[in-house]
């Protein structure tokens, strides 16, 4: 599965928006990243990419190291996290989805890879 079908998944079934979805793909496969780093490297502002790491972490997919610095937490996790969140939001049943669990299960190798260079 490519990285363009990953982000059509977290912008379908959990909601984020395109932005939200590029900033969570890069930072799980690329490892703990400034908000500067994010905006140079996706062509976006800075304040785009503040905005995004921020609802980021209140959704439950990262975490601040500093205030301009940002990690993801593991993917098998944060998937489902974002998702139920997204179901607590919008009012939906919370049940398994087999989309979003593969989304943790595709990006897990990538995001050990960035972390144990």
């Known amino acids: ?4 079908e990953i982000e059509h998944d977290l912008v379908s079934e959990i909601h ?3 932005i939200q979805a590029q900033v969570f793909l890069l930072v799980t496969c690329s490892g703990k990243m400034s908000s500067q780093s ?3 490297k996706l062509k976006i502002s800075i304040d785009e990419a503040k905005k995004a790491s921020n609802d980021l972490m209140t959704l439950g997919a990262f ?3 500093t205030p301009t610095e940002f990690e993801a937490m593991h993917p098998r996790f944060t998937a489902v996290n974002m998702y139920r969140k997204m179901c607590e939001r919008e ?3 919370f049940k398994r989805n087999k989309i979003v669990d593969n989304i943790g299960v595709i990006l897990e190798k990538s995001y050990d890879d960035a972390r144990t260079k």
């Open 16 to 18: 984020l928006d395109h």
């Open 38 to 40: 994010i905006a140079d």
């Open 1 to 4: 599965m490519s990285y363009s």
């Open 63 to 65: 975490i601040d190291i």
């Open 91 to 93: 009012n939906i049943e």
